[in-house]
């Protein structure tokens, strides 16, 4: 289904519930809290971060749609063609930014033990600050583990993540289980990781 006819479909589906329900809000209605004030858009779908906001004004249209096109470019190894892709690596967490945030949402973790790190990066940082107050990065790794790279390229390391249910009970009695995640990094690539002093 294109994406004018799913848009079509919703304002559908939208003109039949305010239809028969009555109270909820629509673009027009001057009265409606809107989540978003001035930027709102109104989609439900899969789709609806992919728009640019709402009010942004017309000269800005254009902008946006190259920057939403960087955003879904898919980087490859130089040299290459077409020109202006080949910037990948040498070490990289994703080919795109939107390989993690698929649609324009949000980066999303591994959801079981051992799945891999698709949508989740790892900082990295030993004690201390820098002249900002940001934490330092490690010496040989810098602040961010790079779990891939072009070929002939050592990636950085291999992350991964256990899950340890934690349970526990609401004050009303209800229970509850939380995961508690462990991170490990194994195949480590440029030495030794630092290790705060003893
Ligand atoms: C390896 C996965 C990964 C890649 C690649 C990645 N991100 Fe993210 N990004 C995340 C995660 C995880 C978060 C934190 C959770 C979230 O807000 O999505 C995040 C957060 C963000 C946020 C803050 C969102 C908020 O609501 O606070 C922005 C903005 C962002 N990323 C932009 C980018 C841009 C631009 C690129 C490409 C240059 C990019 N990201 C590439 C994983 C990634």
């Not at 003109?15 to 009555?22: E, H, I, N, R, V």
């Not at 779908?45 to 000269?59: C, M, R, T």
């Not at 900002?132 to 602040?143: E, I, K, Q, R």
Request: glycine letters at 12%; aromatic letters at 10%.
């Amino acid at each position: 289904m294109s994406r004018s006819s799913t848009r079509l479909s919703y304002w559908l589906m939208f003109a039949a519930l305010t239809g028969c329900g009555g109270a909820s809000p629509t673009p027009s209605d001057p009265n409606a809290a809107l989540l978003g004030g001035d930027t709102t858009i109104f989609d439900f779908g899969d789709e609806a971060f992919n728009y640019p906001l709402k009010n942004l004004s017309i000269d800005y249209r254009g902008p946006f749609q190259i920057g939403d096109g960087v955003f879904n470019r898919n980087w490859v190894t130089a040299p290459a063609t077409p020109q202006g892709n080949d910037a990948l690596g040498p070490t990289y967490n994703a080919v795109s930014c939107s390989g993690c945030h698929f649609n324009n949402g949000r980066g999303a973790p591994p959801q079981k033990d051992g799945d891999p790190f698709l949508g989740l990066l790892l900082r990295l940082s030993i004690p201390g600050a820098d002249p900002h107050g940001a934490p330092l990065g490690d010496p040989n790794y810098g602040d961010q583990l790079n779990q891939n790279a072009i070929l002939g390229v050592p990636a950085e390391g291999t992350p991964s993540v256990s899950y340890a249910e934690m349970p526990g009970t609401y004050a009303d009695g209800e229970s509850y289980s939380l995961r508690s995640p462990t991170y490990t990094i194994s195949n480590p690539a440029s030495g030794r990781w630092s290790r705060p002093a003893a």
